[in-house]
């Protein structure tokens, strides 16, 4: 299991007084990876460098990182607070090869997102907001 040593959780503690009683809450305050730590992330778990990245999906839950690697492979990265917890950050991996399919579609059944196909990793999400043109899009990650 890869696990990722990132930012820190925040733990916000507030405390409330009601008639003589004293509650403590507790809430935990989730942060992203950075573009660095991913990178740093792929080089102690893989042995490989990052040569691009390409944000393809952002939300305040989760965000989806493409890395393309100095020996031709594209990892993807699905940072939330889910699969750091879990320490599943990365989802696949696989070989660029020429004539690689990838297929980018500006419907899904989210309003803000689209999908993308790379190969046999088919229907990842994008946003639109990252990515308003789709060919644009296809082109970076060919």
């Known amino acids: 299991m890869n696990r990722l040593i990132g930012p820190p959780t925040v733990r916000e503690t507030s405390n409330t007084a ?3 009683n004293v509650s403590t809450s507790s809430k ?5 990876f950075s573009q ?3 990178g740093d992330f792929l080089n102690a778990e893989f042995g490989t460098v990052a040569r691009e990245y390409l944000q393809i999906f952002d ?3 989760q965000k989806i990182w493409l890395v393309r690697t100095e020996d031709d492979r594209l990892y993807c990265f699905l940072d939330s607070e889910t699969t750091q917890t879990a320490g599943q950050l990365d989802q696949w991996r ?24 790379i190969g ?23």
Do not use: C, M
């Open 18 to 20: 009601r008639a003589g």
């Open 28 to 32: 935990l305050k989730f942060r992203f």
């Open 36 to 38: 660095e730590q991913i």
């Open 59 to 61: 939300t305040r839950l």
């Open 94 to 117: 696989i070989k660029l090869r020429p004539g690689i399919t990838v297929t980018v579609r500006p419907r899904s059944r989210y309003k803000n997102s689209g999908t993308v196909d």
């Open 120 to 142: 046999k990793r088919q229907n990842w999400l994008y946003s639109k907001k990252l990515h308003p043109d789709p060919q644009e899009l296809q082109r970076k990650i060919r």
